[in-house]
């Protein structure tokens, strides 16, 4: 059974704190793992697409990572705006269509 | 451009009742999804269709839950005989083909009373 998990649940930084966010996966077959944020009341929003190891991708103060057993979202001087959840979602390539996503990590940057 | 809309956006139910939820997809997309947010939990996978195929249905709860996307746009999940465990965010995404990202709507919480 396909798993993913993340960590930590939580993370408050202050303003200007970098840090990491990491998701842990268990799949067999890798198509393509997600980051995407989630805004209270709000549907998840695509940030990233990764699919094999090595690869990187950044937006803005973003960048996420990839190696074959985790992804880390890394943030750089993080401002009050980044709050939010980030989940990540990971595709096999025997069932491209059935998503399983982590449970979050909910991020609070202080000012 | 318009994004992936759904309503309600917030339903009660009293137990037993049934209940459907709506979701408009972006125009074009092939691939729409639903799934069933817990509070503080990422979204589970319930179903998924391509044009009006639904092509896996293994993450429905139970006989109660339907979904149906008659003519490949608009797609509707059917909850019959509402229980209190059907409390949740139902969200749905749709995508231009099944692999790619996905775009969310903004959910339908629905209270089971």
């Known amino acids: 059974e396909d798993q993913v998990t993340q960590s930590p649940e939580a993370l408050r930084l202050q303003e200007g704190e970098s840090s990491s966010l990491n998701c842990s996966y268990t799949?067999?077959?890798?198509?393509?793992l997600f980051w995407y944020r989630q805004d209270p009341g709000k549907g998840p929003e695509f940030l990233f697409t990764l699919y094999s190891a090595g690869e990187e991708k950044e937006k803005e103060r973003l960048k996420a990572t990839l190696t074959k057993k985790e992804s880390f979202l890394h943030i750089t001087a993080p401002k009050p705006e980044d709050s939010a959840t980030y989940l990540c979602?990971?595709?096999?390539?025997?069932?491209?269509?059935?998503?399983?996503f982590g449970d979050g990590t909910t991020l609070t940057v202080k000012p | 451009g318009a994004g992936v809309s759904q309503s309600p956006r917030y339903k009660v139910a009293k137990r037993g009742q049934d209940v459907a939820l709506r979701c408009d997809p972006i125009?074009?997309?092939?691939?729409l999804f639903w799934y069933q947010q817990a509070l503080g939990q990422g979204p589970e996978f319930l179903t998924y269709f391509q044009n009006e195929a639904q092509l896996d249905k293994s993450g429905l709860p139970s006989d109660r839950f339907f979904a149906e996307r008659p003519e490949g746009s608009v797609s509707t999940l059917k909850i019959q005989r509402t229980q209190q465990e059907d409390s949740a965010v139902y969200l749905c995404?749709?995508?231009?083909?099944?692999?790619?990202?996905?775009?969310f709507g903004p959910g339908t919480r629905l209270t089971v009373t």
């Open positions: 125009s074009g997309h092939v691939s």
């Open positions: 799949v067999s077959g890798l198509r393509g």
């Open positions: 979602a990971v595709q096999t390539n025997t069932n491209a269509g059935k998503s399983t």
């Open positions: 995404a749709s995508s231009l083909a099944t692999s790619n990202e996905q775009y």
